[in-house]
DNA sequence: GTAGGGTTAG
């Protein structure tokens, strides 16, 4: 995660590597600097709402219903239109393709039926030939992912123009059935019919989108590029946008970042994807700072809400709240806040963010506006600060306000109620997605079923649970039973675990670490010493620790201190203090999963230099008493350090909050909000 | 008459 970050570590202090939102070097203070920056955002309004579409200018006979059919199917009066249809002799091909596009816009189950209708009717008025009707009814049949529709619409068509062909290209690539596109490109060619740029773009998006065939993916898609090339297309903004964001897809964002430094005419759309790439790809820094370089650039590409909705999830990833409060204030401004999918990326970054009440007010703002995603952000807000009867209520509060619940409004809500224990309450949940809200559960539901158990205690119910799953339990699955494993020391489970995982993903460095972690706890130094051979011998490291803490909206990271340096030593003296008090109080350091066969001082020495633990001290020096103290870690939180929070609380009286790659700790007075349960 | 970037979980 902090790739970006480190190319600066050799100006930084080799332990505190300082994470500016800005990280050039002499820079202003960081205030001053936002405020700069901020104030200088674009005032300007985008055109907002796009014009409406322009009427046709089709002349219909005198008398007849096709001008009111068009507009009842604009105003999404499908049904209506219809009505009218029947009573119409002669409708035109603005009608029938006003009705084609009301049909694939429909949310509802009888869409597809209704487009079915169109579709014969068409048919009847003798429009069964027509290359735009047929194009629209390529594209209709994709929404619906009746892509063996869209197929026969291309077939039975005999005037294959450039248009019909991209429409089946472009259904190809959205239903993953990409590795199909190539065959017909082939045809198209042969047929006399040349590429042009949207035929790129839909090659392109083909190539990611083929699961079955990804392996080929990064060989089709250079191929493709070199075409591009040799034809002239990719200095078209669309083809280059496309081609960057495909790279960043098969996940080599060095050189989608070459595609968007080599574009001369970038644009919003480019932009934007560059700083969603960074964003998905734990390059959430880079993301960042490239939303900043953007504000620089002409208004005409002056982020909108797609951008910020990238720009969001950055800041989320990172837990950066005065960040993601002064984007707040900046969608304010925009008037983009009222852009539902903003909206739904504001309440996940909030709670991301540990500010589930910043984000429950956001949810509650957006009243009649919310859609199945804000609930499930809010739910899912609740289960990761481990409040899980807050997310059985919200979940409820959802499905009488008549919102359908989706597949991950289930693994929210389960893994609710696997952060806070609630075990019967997901039984339930599990029996009742299926039967009473049509919802098939699937591996990652499975998986939620698994940790719960496994966090209970409960074991071999947990095994059971895969044992007795409806499909091939997967690396999710496995895994949640191996950190069940690690966490109640059983050996032999373990070891059965982890022979599926090492087949199913042997590159995880994690789940090698965990079993490592299993056998360490049980004393199998020789065991130990095997799996970290595994590991040598498959060329895979443990992912290092690494914390952070926002100081003063500044942002220090520690990875873990193994040599002295200055501020480590500063750090390390006064946790060392902390740690003698601490041991008269009762604590007894858990040295249990340290990996090294050391005695029980050395042991402790390693434990002291944990990444949360230095971030925990730099905060309690670097910040007011009565401020709160937010860490994030890229791991999850060991015993250790969990316990030694929960001492500090209560020692220092400070209230520290600790998001971890799982949940969030909310320690107060000794005590944590997990209760010792995650 | 087509198109390129995006919301929630893991």
Redesign the pocket.
């Known amino acids: 995660m902090w790739a970006s970050c480190c190319t600066h570590r050799h100006h930084c202090h080799p332990l505190v590597h300082h994470l500016p939102f800005f990280p050039t070097h002499h820079e202003p203070p960081h205030f001053f600097l936002f405020h700069c920056v901020y104030s200088s955002f674009p005032r300007h309004h985008h055109a907002a709402a796009a014009a409406a579409a322009p009427l046709h200018s089709a002349a219909p006979a005198v008398g007849s219903n096709n001008h009111l059919i068009q507009s009842l199917c604009r105003q999404g009066n499908l049904k209506q239109a219809l009505r009218l249809l029947a009573k119409e002799p002669n409708p035109t091909q603005r009608t029938f393709e006003a009705l084609i596009l009301s049909c694939a816009r429909r949310r509802g189950d009888d869409a597809p039926s209704l487009g079915v209708a169109v579709h014969r009717r068409l048919v009847d008025d003798g429009f069964d030939q027509d ?2 009707l047929s ?1 629209k009814l390529i ?1 209709m049949y994709s929404e619906f992912g009746a892509v063996a529709d869209a197929r026969q619409v291309f077939e039975e068509t005999c005037d294959k ?3 019909v062909w ?2 089946l290209l ?1 259904a190809l690539a959205v239903a993953d059935e990409g590795e199909e596109a190539f065959p017909l490109l082939r045809k198209m060619v042969a047929a006399g019919t040349l590429p ?3 035929t790129y ?1 839909c090659m392109l ?1 083909a190539c990611v989108g083929m699961s079955s065939h990804l392996a080929l993916a990064p060989t089709r898609i250079r191929e493709l590029h070199a075409h591009a090339l040799r034809h002239g297309f990719v200095p ?3 083809v280059a ?2 081609l960057l ?1 495909v790279y960043a897809k098969i996940g080599d964002i060095a050189y989608a970042r070459n595609m968007f430094d080599d574009m001369p005419n970038k ?4 932009w ?2 560059m700083i ?1 790439c960074y964003a ?1 790809n734990e390059r959430a820094f880079d993301g960042l700072r490239l939303f900043q370089e953007m504000l620089l650039v002409p208004a005409e590409n002056a982020p ?4 910020m ?2 720009t969001l ?1 950055a800041c ?1 990833s990172l837990a950066a709240l005065e960040q993601g409060r002064m984007l707040h204030g900046y969608l304010l401004r925009r008037r983009l806040d009222v ?4 909206t ?2 504001l309440i ?1 970054m909030y709670a991301k963010c540990g500010r589930l009440e910043a984000g429950r007010r956001v949810f509650a703002g957006a009243g009649g506006r919310r ?3 804000s609930w ?2 809010l739910i ?1 807000g609740y ?1 990761m600060h481990g409040h899980g009867e807050d997310a059985v209520c919200t979940f409820e509060d959802m499905i009488a306000a008549g919102v359908r619940p ?3 409004t289930f ?2 809500l389960l ?1 609710a109620c696997s952060h806070a224990g609630l075990v019967h309450a997901a039984q339930q949940f599990f029996v009742s997605m299926g039967r009473d809200h049509a919802v098939v559960p699937r591996a ?1 539901h499975y ?1 939620c079923m698994v940790d719960l158990l496994g966090r209970a205690g409960r074991l071999e119910d947990a095994a059971a649970v895969v044992e007795g799953m409806r499909i091939e339990p997967g690396p ?1 699955v496995w895994g949640a039973l191996l950190g069940a494993c690690r966490i109640h020391g059983a050996v032999e489970l373990a070891e059965r675990a982890c022979k599926r995982l090492f087949e199913l993903e042997p590159s995880n460095a994690g789940n090698y670490v965990l079993l490592a972690d299993v056998y360490a706890g049980a004393g199998m130094w020789g065991e130990v010493g095997r799996v970290k051979k595994l590991m040598e011998a498959r060329e895979l490291q443990k992912l290092p620790g690494c914390s952070w803490v926002e100081v003063r909206r500044r942002m220090y990271a520690f990875t873990a201190a193994e040599e002295a340096a200055p501020l480590a030593e500063q750090l390390l003296a006064l946790l060392c203090k902390l740690v003698a008090e601490m041991k008269e109080e009762g604590y007894v350091p858990d040295t249990r999963f340290v990996l090294y066969d050391l005695g029980q001082e050395e042991k402790e020495r390693i434990l002291l230099g944990h990444s949360e633990k230095l971030a925990l001290a730099f905060g309690l020096i670097n910040s007011g008493a009565g401020e709160v103290i937010r860490i994030t870690k890229n791991l999850r939180l060991c015993e250790d350090c969990h316990s030694v929070t929960k001492f500090v609380s209560k020692f220092a009286n400070r209230e520290i909050l600790v998001r971890d790659v799982n949940r969030f700790h909310h320690f107060r007075d000794g005590r944590c909000s997990c209760g010792d349960y995650w």
């Open positions: 290359p735009f194009t594209d123009t450039i248009f991209n429409a472009r042009d740029s949207f773009s998006k078209r903004v669309h946008t496309t964001d644009n919003v759309v480019s934007s994807a969603g998905r909108n809400a797609v951008t909705v990238s999830q989320a852009i539902l999918p903003v739904n990326a996940a859609d199945v995603v499930n952000s899912s289960g989706t597949a991950i693994v929210a893994g990652e998986a999710t």
